[in-house]
């Protein structure tokens, strides 16, 4: 994927860090346990690979690569696009950058709170290897010899409240960066956007779970698009076009290209958590399949001849590995497997073409290129 400079991966860590350093340090007033929470926010947010911030980044650099495209950003001057520069352009230059990198560290900490509400969701106790936030919750309050249930209780309860503080540092940011007042308007409308179709899909995806008929491929797939699409690709490269003062045509090819990299993203993301490792997948293998997600790969695996044989694994896949490897293998023979490839290779051909659009100058059309040649790398 995408990933940061150096010099902008610092940035964007230093905004993060001033955003958990404020308020671990409110934190500290309110006592012991107010303090450990705050401290399991900042390390939920310490140890992400930056890929939202580095989109924003990207599309804020892709389009004001032409000066003739860039635009006034208020008290940030205008996008920073080389050139000689005196001493009021340079404030001015690092004014942007600093607006720049405050925008890309809110969608960092949006998607670490929606890690941290999904991971509660889930009822996962880990994250890459070591305990979340709810984990290590349940184990503080097992210290103080609270019951299982109960621990289980605490955990969820410090798992929702981090989400929660995570989602308002996250808004909070948006709201104060320095640019002006169009700007800023623009990039919370982006912001709330991604919020709510989030969190429809979200909804969405743990009813179907539970549902015991499985919904057809179309809505499968709006629900791929909705949880992910909406705040892992649309958003953030809105947001940098934003910035940018990029012109509506250019914001609607770069959305419209964007909607169909995230759907990709999220498909491919489905076959991890069905067939990826555990270094893929950052948890168990099968993960999906333990848990009765209704993706995609099932609503094409439910359309084929061998439902019954592939219904029957699903059924048994919560209750170890050798189930899930079984329910992996009646998958591949399905066939459902394969018409995801496809599906993944067709939304990525339509976001190439999308991006050849006449708005959207060469730097945005190769970065968009490139962040599909990304996603197809991560296909198991």
């Known amino acids: 994927m995408i990933a940061l400079s150096p010099a902008d991966r610092d940035g964007v860590n230093a905004a993060i860090s001033a955003s958990l350093a404020r308020l671990t340090g409110r934190a500290a007033a309110l006592g012991e346990g107010a303090s450990t929470l705050a401290s399991a926010v900042a390390a939920a947010a310490s140890d992400g690979k930056r890929?939202?911030?580095?989109?924003?980044?990207?599309?804020?650099?892709?389009?004001?690569a032409p000066a003739s495209v860039c635009a006034a950003v208020g008290a940030a001057g205008v996008c920073a696009a080389g050139g000689a520069a005196g001493a009021g352009d340079r404030d001015d230059e690092e004014s942007a950058e600093a607006a720049l990198w405050q925008t890309a560290a809110a969608f960092e900490l949006l998607h670490t709170a929606f890690v941290v509400h999904d991971?509660?969701?889930?009822?996962?106790?880990?994250?890459?290897?070591?305990?979340?936030?709810?984990?290590?919750?349940?184990a503080r309050a097992a210290q103080y010899g609270a019951s299982a249930d109960d621990a289980a209780l605490v955990g969820d309860a410090a798992a929702v409240l981090a989400g929660d503080l995570l989602l308002f540092e996250a808004a909070r940011l948006v709201a104060t960066v320095d640019v002006d007042a169009a700007?800023?308007?623009?990039?919370?409308?982006?912001?709330?956007?991604?919020?709510?179709?989030?969190?429809?899909?979200?909804?969405?995806?743990?009813?179907?779970?539970?549902?015991?008929?499985v919904p057809d491929t179309a809505a499968l797939l709006g629900v791929a698009h909705d949880k992910t699409a909406a705040y892992?690709?649309?958003a953030p490269l809105l947001a940098g076009a934003a910035l940018a003062g990029a012109s509506s045509e250019a914001r609607a090819a770069l959305g419209a290209a964007a909607a169909d990299l995230g759907l990709a993203f999220q498909l491919v993301d489905d076959l991890i958590g069905t067939f990826g490792t555990r270094r893929q997948a950052g948890r168990a293998p099968g993960a999906d399949l333990?848990?009765?997600?209704?993706?995609p790969l099932i609503g094409f695996a439910r359309g084929g001849n061998?439902?019954?044989?592939?219904?029957?694994?699903?059924?048994?896949?919560?209750?170890?590995?050798?189930?899930?490897?079984?329910?992996?293998?009646?998958?591949?023979?399905?066939?459902?497997?394969?018409?995801?490839?496809?599906?993944?290779?067709?939304?990525?051909?339509?976001?190439?073409?999308?991006?050849?659009?006449?708005?959207?100058?060469?730097?945005?059309?190769?970065?968009?290129?490139?962040?599909?040649?990304?996603?197809?790398e991560r296909i198991p």
Do not use: M
């Open 51 to 64: 890929v939202r911030p580095a989109l924003v980044v990207a599309a804020y650099r892709a389009l004001c």
């Open 290 to 295: 333990r848990e009765a997600k209704r993706t």
């Open 306 to 376: 061998a439902w019954p044989q592939v219904r029957s694994a699903l059924a048994l896949a919560h209750t170890g590995p050798i189930a899930v490897r079984r329910a992996q293998r009646e998958l591949e023979a399905s066939g459902a497997r394969d018409e995801v490839v496809v599906l993944v290779g067709d939304a990525l051909q339509r976001a190439r073409s999308r991006a050849a659009s006449p708005a959207l100058p060469a730097p945005a059309v190769a970065l968009l290129a490139d962040i599909a040649t990304a996603i197809e």
């Open 119 to 138: 991971d509660l969701i889930d009822r996962d106790l880990e994250r890459r290897g070591v305990p979340n936030v709810a984990g290590r919750f349940r």
């Open 232 to 234: 892992s690709f649309e």
């Open 183 to 213: 700007a800023r308007g623009a990039l919370l409308q982006v912001f709330d956007d991604a919020i709510l179709v989030s969190a429809a899909g979200e909804l969405a995806d743990v009813e179907n779970a539970a549902r015991t008929d």
